[in-house]
Nanobody, 115 residues
């Protein structure tokens, strides 16, 4: 079993920055992908950024150039640096770990961008 715990969410003004962290624990081995998803009220849960074990990354078009995903394989952690935040970034952010077709999710952390 795999457990994921997010941290770092909060309230920030437009143009500000936040750094999210996700700690993974449990039976983690082999090749796996980690990522961040977000879900705003009334919306679907969408991919924000993903990163493979080898360090390949992909981002949603809406966050390219503003967000950076990284991971520490030794610590089983993944991070999301969010800069130049906009009100439309407001959502619950979820950490995800995928091994083959099996997905694990964190509990989510609220990010609110407002003046």
């Amino acid at each position: 079993q795999v457990q994921l715990v997010e941290s770092g969410g909060g309230l920030v003004q437009p143009g500000g920055s936040l750094r999210l962290a996700c700690a993974a624990s449990g039976s983690i081995f082999g090749i796996y992908t980690m990522g961040w998803y977000r879900q705003a009220p009334g919306a679907q849960r969408d991919l924000v950024a993903g990163i493979t074990s080898g360090g390949y990354t992909n981002y949603a078009d809406s966050v390219k150039g503003r967000f950076t995903i990284s991971r520490d394989n030794a610590k089983n952690m993944v991070y999301l640096q969010m800069n130049s935040l906009k009100p439309e970034d407001t959502a619950v952010y979820y950490c995800n770990l995928r091994i083959r077709t099996r997905n694990y999710w964190g509990q989510g952390t609220q990010v609110t961008v407002s003046s």
